[in-house]
């Protein structure tokens, strides 16, 4: 009998490694790895998707709901698509997975939404939901943190401060700390 099983190395080299009473983290390692060559046999490592591959995916799976959700014709020619794919790709998306997961949101709140809102504004937030859904919280939680036109005294002062303070200071309390990465 054969079981064939896909999996990330790093974190299943971690979790087994993690039962180790070893205070070193460099000897935790080596022993979940070892226990891992116990297990499996033979490991066949998948290439690395590079950024092109995963745009082409990405355009590609956009494409083939294109009629479902009348998606403008010059949709991925547009400037705004252009800037958000290209900080997905570069720093949100890493395998095709993500892609899918993607894709797969968007088709369906696209679907709902039709042309209520912006396609690409959505696209970004699909994102968002798929690989930052504790920022997503935040911005359900409290949304007056996300916009210029304020009502409460609270969001008009938070603004005042926010001026004096620099991106990265204000993307911290914006982002989940476990999120927090380049894209």
Same mark, same amino acid.
């Given at each position: ?12 080299? =971690? /979790? ?8 070193? %983290?460099?000897?935790?390692? &080596?022993?979940?790895? /070892?226990? !891992?060559?116990? *297990?499996?046999?033979? =490991? ?11 745009? &082409?995916?990405?355009?590609?799976? +956009?494409?083939? $709901? ?8 010059? $949709? ?8 958000? %794919?290209? +900080?997905? +790709?570069?720093? #949100? !998306? =890493? ?24 396609? #690409? ?7 968002? !939901?798929?690989? /930052?859904?504790? &920022?997503?919280?935040? +911005? ?6 996300? #916009?210029?036109? &304020?009502? %409460? ?5 938070? =603004?005042?401060?926010?001026?004096? /303070? ?7 309390? *914006?982002?989940a700390r476990s999120e927090d990465n380049q894209g």
């Amino acid at each position: 009998m054969s079981y064939v099983l896909a999996y990330d190395t790093k974190r299943v080299v =971690q /979790a087994l490694g993690e039962g180790v009473s070893i205070d070193s %983290s460099d000897e935790r390692e &080596t022993r979940g790895r /070892a226990y !891992l060559e116990k *297990i499996v046999q033979l =490991q066949i490592p998948l290439p690395i998707t590079f950024g092109e591959e995963l745009g &082409t995916l990405l355009r590609a799976e +956009i494409e083939s $709901f294109r009629d479902e959700i009348n998606l403008p014709v010059e $949709f991925e020619k547009s400037e705004r698509y252009g800037d958000i %794919s290209k +900080i997905l +790709i570069l720093d #949100v !998306l =890493q395998t095709p997975r993500d892609v899918k997961r993607l894709v797969g949101t968007f088709h369906v709140l696209a679907g709902m939404l039709g042309n209520e809102v912006d396609l #690409v504004d959505l696209l970004a937030y699909s994102a968002l !939901l798929v690989k /930052a859904p504790g &920022t997503v919280d935040h +911005i359900r939680n409290d949304p007056e943190d996300f #916009v210029e036109d &304020t009502l %409460s005294e609270k969001a008009v002062l938070r =603004q005042l401060n926010d001026k004096k /303070a620099p991106l990265p200071d204000r993307l911290s309390r *914006i982002v989940a700390r476990s999120e927090d990465n380049q894209g």
